[in-house]
């Protein structure tokens, strides 16, 4: 969509009848989609796209969309937060040559408290129907990914002694594995089995990006501003008593507590100068997932000068819960012992609308269709690692957090 042509493309969001499941409306190509629950996006079609990288690239991003909004006819018919024009973003971890992308879909079905709507972007209103059969990924098959077990074992143990030589609090460093599939994946594969898992997550896709993340980086609404900061994880238990247990421990660790106020610290300080009243717990809750268990704190606020929210999105990141603290030093470390091109995952993912209202996550619990290969599928997962980090349990916590894709990949 060129932003210069003389006739003005229209975005039209218009009121509809209750869609059902959001997921459910997608075709089998071009899925885009940001569900938690019932509620979210489920979208196709590109419209626009920007793609970007390097240091520059949130400031890029959002200049790229005020003036992609500027030069629509905006017919909003809905006016909730998601109505209207959306970008849907996804943004790499690093600053280094791999891309981050921006795009604006034809059609989007949104779904907020009970209102439902479909907007149009250069596009007529579809007439929703039955999509394809979902298409299953037949044979599957693991290998390997660039950090192998023994290599991540050997990487967090030389973080440990970097830590406990004074050098840096705390590092979090990824592994990854890779799944080889008899038949070209589909993305309404693993989207389906992630968010009936993981409710309570934010499951998304963009540009091949698949995942169901349980951290909220940022959400703007109005001048509310929202940071779910998710740090210090135990297994579930295998009953109801043993997985209070766990709870228990976890909440009593000095090892996950340290890892969760470092985390929150760091996001805390970094809303604070956007926010003329920011309000943090003294005291992290826990959260129990499918899989695992983690230490939770919300942290909210007033924005005072009205930056979007991609913006914010951009001053947060990376938080100590994918980096480290200090920033600078635990991501040279991460450069140096993981050595791995994380691409997008672990970084911002979201959506921004034309008021600059929206939501980004982490990219967190999640996988990559290759783009080259549409059989091959390169899922991560990371560990903070800070002063008592075992190697053994951190491998083992790895391995825990690769279940939520291996489980939805393997699902029938």
Same mark, same amino acid.
């Given at each position: 969509?060129s932003t210069t042509a003389r006739?003005?493309?229209?975005?039209?969001?218009?009121?509809?009848?209750?869609p059902?499941?959001?997921l459910?409306?997608l075709?089998d190509?071009?899925?885009i989609?940001?569900?938690?629950g019932t509620d979210g996006f489920a979208?196709?079609g590109?419209?626009?796209?920007?793609t970007?990288?390097?240091t520059?690239?949130?400031?890029q991003?959002?200049?790229w969309w *005020?003036?992609?909004?500027?030069?629509?006819d905006?017919d909003d018919?809905?006016?909730?937060?998601?109505?209207?024009?959306?970008?849907?973003g996804s943004?790499?971890f690093d600053d280094g040559p791999a891309?981050s992308?921006?795009?604006?879909?034809?059609?989007?079905v949104?779904r907020r408290?009970g209102a439902?709507?479909i907007?149009?972007?250069g596009?007529?209103?579809p007439?929703l129907?039955d999509?394809?059969?979902? *298409?299953?990924?037949?044979?599957?098959?693991?290998s390997d990914?660039y950090?192998?077990?023994?290599?991540?074992?050997?990487?967090?143990a030389?973080?440990?002694e970097r830590i406990?030589?004074g050098?840096?609090?705390?590092v979090?460093?990824?592994?990854?594995?890779?799944?080889s599939?008899?038949h070209d994946?589909d993305?309404?594969?693993l989207l389906?089995?992630l968010?009936?898992t993981y409710?309570?997550?934010?499951?998304?896709?963009?540009d091949g990006?698949?995942?169901?993340t349980?951290?909220?980086?940022?959400?703007r609404?109005g001048?509310h501003?929202v940071?779910?900061?998710?740090a210090?994880t135990?297994p *579930?238990?295998?009953?109801?008593?043993v997985?209070a247990?766990?709870?228990?421990?976890?909440l009593?660790s000095d090892?996950?507590?340290?890892?969760?106020?470092l985390a929150v610290r760091s996001v805390?300080?970094a809303?604070?100068?956007?926010c003329s009243?920011?309000?943090?717990p *003294?005291a992290?809750?826990?959260?129990?997932l499918?899989?695992v268990?983690?230490?939770?704190?919300?942290i909210t606020?007033?924005?005072a000068?009205?930056?979007?929210a991609?913006?914010?999105?951009?001053?947060l990141?990376?938080?100590a819960?994918v980096?480290?603290?200090?920033?600078?030093?635990a991501?040279?470390l991460i450069?140096e012992?993981?050595?791995?091109?994380?691409?997008?995952y672990?970084?911002?993912?979201g959506?921004?609308d034309?008021?600059g209202?929206g939501?980004?996550?982490?990219a967190?619990r999640?996988?990559?269709?290759?783009?080259?290969?549409a059989r091959?599928?390169?899922?991560?997962?990371?560990?903070?690692i800070?002063?008592?980090?075992v190697?053994?349990d951190?491998?083992a916590e790895?391995?825990?957090k690769l279940l939520?894709?291996?489980e939805?990949?393997e699902s029938?």
């Amino acid at each position: 969509m060129s932003t210069t042509a003389r006739t003005r493309t229209v975005a039209r969001s218009v009121p509809v009848a209750d869609p059902g499941p959001l997921l459910d409306t997608l075709p089998d190509d071009q899925v885009i989609a940001w569900t938690r629950g019932t509620d979210g996006f489920a979208a196709w079609g590109e419209a626009a796209r920007l793609t970007i990288s390097g240091t520059d690239r949130f400031r890029q991003a959002a200049q790229w969309w *005020r003036e992609l909004v500027a030069s629509l006819d905006i017919d909003d018919q809905v006016h909730v937060p998601g109505s209207g024009p959306v970008a849907f973003g996804s943004f790499t971890f690093d600053d280094g040559p791999a891309s981050s992308v921006m795009i604006v879909p034809n059609i989007i079905v949104g779904r907020r408290d009970g209102a439902a709507w479909i907007t149009t972007i250069g596009a007529n209103e579809p007439a929703l129907s039955d999509p394809p059969p979902v *298409r299953p990924a037949g044979q599957i098959r693991y290998s390997d990914g660039y950090v192998t077990s023994a290599r991540y074992e050997a990487a967090v143990a030389a973080a440990v002694e970097r830590i406990e030589s004074g050098s840096l609090d705390k590092v979090v460093l990824a592994r990854d594995l890779v799944a080889s599939t008899e038949h070209d994946l589909d993305a309404r594969a693993l989207l389906g089995p992630l968010s009936r898992t993981y409710p309570s997550c934010w499951t998304f896709a963009i540009d091949g990006l698949i995942g169901a993340t349980p951290e909220l980086l940022v959400r703007r609404t109005g001048d509310h501003v929202v940071s779910r900061v998710l740090a210090g994880t135990t297994p *579930r238990g295998s009953d109801a008593v043993v997985d209070a247990q766990h709870a228990a421990d976890l909440l009593a660790s000095d090892k996950d507590r340290v890892e969760h106020e470092l985390a929150v610290r760091s996001v805390s300080d970094a809303l604070g100068p956007f926010c003329s009243d920011l309000v943090v717990p *003294r005291a992290p809750e826990v959260v129990r997932l499918a899989n695992v268990q983690h230490l939770q704190t919300d942290i909210t606020g007033r924005l005072a000068n009205g930056e979007s929210a991609l913006d914010l999105a951009a001053s947060l990141h990376p938080t100590a819960a994918v980096c480290g603290t200090p920033t600078g030093r635990a991501r040279d470390l991460i450069r140096e012992l993981e050595d791995m091109d994380r691409g997008r995952y672990a970084g911002p993912v979201g959506w921004i609308d034309s008021r600059g209202d929206g939501a980004f996550g982490i990219a967190l619990r999640c996988a990559q269709i290759d783009p080259h290969d549409a059989r091959s599928l390169r899922m991560y997962a990371g560990c903070g690692i800070v002063e008592g980090s075992v190697p053994a349990d951190e491998l083992a916590e790895s391995q825990t957090k690769l279940l939520a894709i291996r489980e939805a990949l393997e699902s029938r």
